[in-house]
């Protein structure tokens, strides 16, 4: 069966999604595309032989769109994910799910109540192999219970709109699920420390920071976050067991030698870190539309990410250790999975 997506939003990654659905994901057909610029909707149905329709709701009333992807700015998340479980059709929403807690909470409640999981977010780190890679060892038990783990998430620069609370928001909120995967655990407590601030980041953005996670068995997780860093993206991770630890892979890169060095890249932004987990997310989701409900970060995991970086934010802001007063979670998200 070929998936029949409908796109809300076509800015710089509902573009890119476009292009992935038609010409690397396999089983798949982008239908049709909206974006509150008519004219920038039509240049991307375009290039997938999609129709532009007029509003989201429209879209999501097709009778030919099977699937949902909301790829528009955060705060419309909620009422695109909400509009389209009350017509029963499938939905990944790129993160965040909903900029805020409470419409997280409605997300859930809408879903449970269509009584199947429909509402998968757009978490790619749990796609990148080398995530995958370390998750199998952690799961395995091979470097025994992890105590601690060591993060670092690296961007060469950010434009002057990023502001210091989008340090939690939107980079390591990525570290924030993954960690929250990799070690079937929750946070339940943040700490945010400023070191000396770059002289690179402009005059109103904490840059660096370093957030201090621990989780409810007692994990702790240091997260360098450091969005000015220069020379280029650079994603971090090493957890620490009684009996070893794990490290994330480098990206497989050749490594050159001439004139008396070794030199190997470094890739220079997220996109092309991560070309191939959204490549495999985008696979795996259309796979699991096409038979059944889909297995990826769920409206739950969406609701703690957003929980967990209201609480960083806080943390943040107020300089001292927060508690993430997150709900219990409900039974039809036990599991891990759901
Ligand atoms: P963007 O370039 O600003 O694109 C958003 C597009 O959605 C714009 O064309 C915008 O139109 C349109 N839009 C806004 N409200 C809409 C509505 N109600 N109906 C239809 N179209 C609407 O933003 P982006 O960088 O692509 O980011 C989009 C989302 O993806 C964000 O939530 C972001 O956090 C997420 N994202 C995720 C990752 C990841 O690593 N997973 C990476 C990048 C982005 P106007 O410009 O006219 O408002």
Same mark, same amino acid.
């Given at each position: 069966?070929?998936?029949?997506?409908?796109?809300?939003?076509?800015? #710089?990654?509902?573009? %890119?999604?476009? @292009?992935?659905?038609?010409?690397?994901?396999?089983?798949?057909?982008?239908?049709?595309?909206?974006?509150?610029?008519?004219?920038? +909707?039509?240049?991307?149905?375009?290039?997938?032989?999609?129709?532009?329709?007029?509003?989201?709701? %429209?879209?999501?009333?097709?009778? %030919?769109?099977?699937?949902? /992807?909301?790829?528009?700015?955060?705060?419309?998340?909620? $009422?695109?994910?909400?509009?389209?479980?009350?017509?029963?059709?499938?939905?990944?929403?790129?993160?965040?799910?909903?900029?805020?807690?409470?419409?997280?909470?409605?997300?859930?409640? +809408?879903?449970?109540?269509?009584?199947?999981?429909?509402?998968?977010?757009?978490? #790619?780190?749990?796609?990148?192999?080398?995530?995958?890679?370390?998750?199998?060892?952690?799961?395995?038990?091979?470097?025994?219970?992890?105590?601690?783990?060591?993060?670092?998430?690296?961007?060469?620069?950010?434009?002057?709109?990023?502001?210091?609370?989008?340090? +939690?928001?939107?980079?390591?909120?990525?570290?924030?699920?993954?960690?929250?995967?990799?070690?079937?655990?929750?946070?339940?407590?943040?700490?945010?420390?400023?070191?000396?601030?770059?002289?690179?980041?402009?005059?109103?953005?904490?840059?660096?920071?370093? #957030?201090?996670?621990?989780?409810?068995?007692?994990?702790?997780?240091?997260?360098?976050?450091?969005?000015?860093?220069?020379?280029?993206?650079?994603?971090?991770?090493?957890?620490?067991?009684?009996?070893? /630890?794990? @490290? /994330?892979?480098?990206?497989?890169?050749?490594?050159?030698?001439?004139?008396?060095?070794?030199?190997?890249?470094?890739?220079?932004? &997220?996109?092309?870190?991560?070309?191939? +987990?959204?490549?495999?997310?985008?696979?795996?989701?259309? %796979?699991?539309?096409?038979?059944?409900?889909?297995?990826?970060?769920?409206? &739950?995991?969406?609701?703690?990410?957003?929980?967990?970086?209201?609480?960083?934010?806080?943390?943040? $802001?107020?300089?001292?250790?927060?508690?993430?007063?997150?709900?219990?979670?409900?039974?039809?998200?036990?599991?891990?999975?759901?």
């Amino acid at each position: 069966m070929t998936v029949r997506v409908g796109v809300i939003g076509a800015g #710089m990654i509902g573009r %890119d999604h476009v @292009r992935r659905l038609t010409d690397v994901v396999t089983g798949a057909e982008v239908v049709a595309v909206t974006d509150l610029d008519a004219a920038r +909707a039509g240049e991307v149905a375009a290039t997938a032989g999609a129709r532009v329709v007029p509003t989201a709701a %429209d879209l999501i009333g097709q009778s %030919d769109v099977d699937a949902v /992807l909301v790829a528009s700015w955060g705060p419309t998340h909620a $009422e695109h994910v909400l509009a389209a479980v009350a017509a029963g059709k499938p939905v990944f929403c790129e993160k965040p799910l909903a900029t805020d807690a409470e419409d997280c909470l409605r997300i859930v409640e +809408a879903e449970i109540a269509a009584g199947r999981r429909l509402v998968q977010v757009g978490f #790619m780190r749990r796609y990148d192999s080398g995530y995958r890679e370390l998750k199998k060892i952690l799961d395995a038990g091979e470097i025994g219970a992890p105590l601690m783990v060591h993060c670092a998430h690296r961007n060469a620069s950010v434009p002057e709109s990023y502001h210091s609370g989008m340090a +939690a928001q939107d980079t390591a909120v990525h570290e924030i699920d993954v960690l929250r995967w990799l070690l079937d655990d929750e946070i339940v407590g943040v700490q945010v420390l400023t070191p000396r601030r770059t002289r690179h980041a402009h005059a109103a953005l904490r840059d660096p920071q370093i #957030m201090l996670f621990e989780t409810a068995s007692g994990i702790r997780i240091d997260l360098e976050v450091f969005v000015n860093c220069r020379y280029g993206y650079d994603i971090q991770c090493e957890a620490v067991g009684e009996k070893g /630890l794990a @490290r /994330l892979p480098e990206p497989a890169r050749a490594a050159v030698r001439t004139a008396g060095v070794t030199r190997t890249g470094v890739p220079q932004d &997220w996109r092309e870190r991560f070309v191939t +987990a959204f490549d495999v997310e985008f696979q795996e989701w259309v %796979d699991a539309v096409a038979v059944g409900e889909p297995p990826g970060p769920s409206a &739950w995991d969406g609701y703690a990410a957003t929980v967990i970086t209201d609480a960083t934010v806080e943390a943040l $802001e107020s300089g001292r250790i927060v508690s993430v007063g997150m709900k219990d979670r409900p039974a039809f998200y036990a599991g891990g999975a759901r």
